[in-house]
């Protein structure tokens, strides 16, 4: 169906560690988007992927989508104290329309 | 980013009552959502609107009802309230297909 699988629901990293979030669909998709909550904030948008195989890059995040179009990952290198926070895939689901992942929770020990 | 608003910010209500939950927008976008976020399940769409005349159901619709006054005005109303309610709700806006959140109304219900 539409739902849009997102693993880990939680992780711990110390300070200066990779983090990588993964979302997976059992349909292929036809772009997904990312985005990051701040604890007590509201989601903001971060990228948008609609190619096959495409890789996009925003300073220490780089963000990958699958061959196949069925799954996305984020990653982040050397992990900082402002990386905090819970980073969402959003899968488009008709025009303009969006359904979100469960999320994942990323905290940073510092 | 106070360009989407919502009111209130927090509200307490008992089990029974009507409450109306508020979202302005000063971005000039035609599109409007109305989210929930509950510890877990990430953010699952209410309802949406891409203009004064158009609403649509999202994947939890039930118990809620929404009216569109305005481009710039999307309101959320729980016609009577109960426990299961209780949650974080965002409002958000789009052009194209980035999404803007409002800041969220967190709300109990008793």
């Known amino acids: 169906g539409q739902q849009v699988m997102q693993i880990p629901q939680y992780q711990h990293v110390q300070e200066g560690e990779d983090f990588t979030t993964y979302c997976n669909s059992s349909t292929t998709l036809s772009n997904i988007q990312w985005y990051k909550q701040r604890p007590g904030g509201h989601p903001v948008f971060l990228i948008q992927l609609v190619k096959s195989g495409e890789v996009k890059k925003q300073k220490r995040l780089t963000f990958q989508f699958g061959e196949a179009k069925k799954n996305s990952s984020l990653h982040i290198t050397a992990t900082q104290t402002t990386d905090v926070g819970t980073y969402f895939c959003a899968r488009n689901v008709g025009t303009y329309k969006y359904i979100f992942g469960t999320g994942t929770r990323l905290k940073v020990l510092a | 980013d106070a360009d989407v608003t919502q009111t209130p910010r927090n509200r307490i209500t008992k089990t029974g009552k009507r409450i109306m939950l508020e979202c302005s927008q000063t971005?000039?976008?035609?599109?409007m959502y109305w989210y929930r976020q509950d510890p877990g399940l990430g953010l699952r769409l209410i309802y949406y609107s891409f203009d004064v005349k158009d609403i649509n159901k999202g994947e939890i619709s039930d118990g809620y009802s929404v009216s569109r006054q305005a481009q710039a005005k999307f309101s959320l109303s729980l016609e009577s309230a109960i426990p299961n309610q209780t949650a974080l709700y965002f409002c958000a806006t789009s052009r194209f297909d980035e999404q803007f959140f409002g800041p969220g109304t967190r709300l109990t219900v008793l």
């Open positions: 971005k000039g976008h035609d599109r």
